[in-house]
């Protein structure tokens, strides 16, 4: 199984070391950082009490695209429920999912800063958000503490002799994959002149939150390219070429 915790512009580097050591009780071992304040850092050594070594195999990232770039299933963690079309679980809710996904290919759970959480271009990555419930007088949770209860509900969802859920049939398509859908759709949709409607410039966005609710597995990813490019061959005039994006077969398995 692959879970991976990423840390979105942490600013204390003593949380990036408190949560490495909250991961390292719960047997979780990948943990990637997105532009990091300050990383390496001695504070969190300090505060990581042990877990050195996921400190030292921990990925650095410039871009949160890149982090979860090989993720099928993105968890957006958030402290606050926001008007966004996104499923909003508990932990305990989403950790027998997060498992199960993880059973056939890579996983993220994503904490944003410690001041503001995750942005809505952030959120706009994830599949799935996920709050943990508080006492609503006071519900906000050191980023370290918050890490530290997803990784117990993951712990108990995994733990030598819990019921495993079955692995996946097909495995969800990665962000790369994603990546690539979306900007066949935006060539598609200028193709054919579709103009967007929506008053904002928002049409690509909504069309994203569209596909992270649906959660595309790699034989829908190849259906859905294949109707594109096959959209794209009807409206191509004879003699003309028009620059393609890569195949959506490129770097794919196909899945029975």
């Known amino acids: 199984m692959s879970i991976r915790i990423v840390l979105v512009e942490t600013r204390h580097p003593g949380n990036i070391g408190a949560a490495a050591r909250a991961m390292k009780n719960m047997g ?39 982090a ?26 989403c950790a027998a999912r997060i498992v199960q996904a993880s059973r056939s290919g890579k996983v993220a759970i994503v904490f944003g800063t410690e001041r503001t959480g995750l942005t809505n271009a952030e959120l706009a990555h994830c599949n799935l958000l996920a709050t943990i419930p508080t006492d609503s007088r006071y519900s906000s949770l050191n980023l370290a503490m918050a890490v530290q209860v997803f990784a117990y509900e993951l712990w108990l969802a995994m733990r030598p002799g819990a019921p495993l859920p079955a692995p996946l049939e097909v495995p969800l398509a990665t962000g790369v994959e994603m990546t690539r859908l979306y900007k066949h759709i935006e060539q598609v949709l200028e193709q054919v002149e579709f103009r967007d409607r929506t008053g904002g410039g928002y049409l690509m966005a909504r069309i994203r939150r569209l596909f992270n609710r649906a959660q595309v ?40």
């Open 217 to 256: 597995d790699q034989n829908e990813m190849n259906i859905l390219r294949g109707i594109l490019t096959a959209v794209q061959s009807k409206r191509r005039p004879a003699g003309n070429t028009v620059e393609s994006l890569p195949s959506q077969d490129d770097g794919m398995e196909k899945s029975s």
């Open 28 to 66: 979780l071992q990948e943990l990637h950082l997105v532009r990091p304040r300050s990383f390496p850092d001695p504070e969190a050594s300090a505060r990581a009490s042990g877990a050195d070594d996921l400190l030292e195999t921990a990925q650095v990232h410039e871009h949160l695209e890149d």
């Open 68 to 93: 979860i770039a090989a993720c099928g299933l993105v968890v957006g963690s958030s402290a606050r429920q926001r008007y966004l079309s996104l499923n909003l679980l508990e932990p305990r809710e």
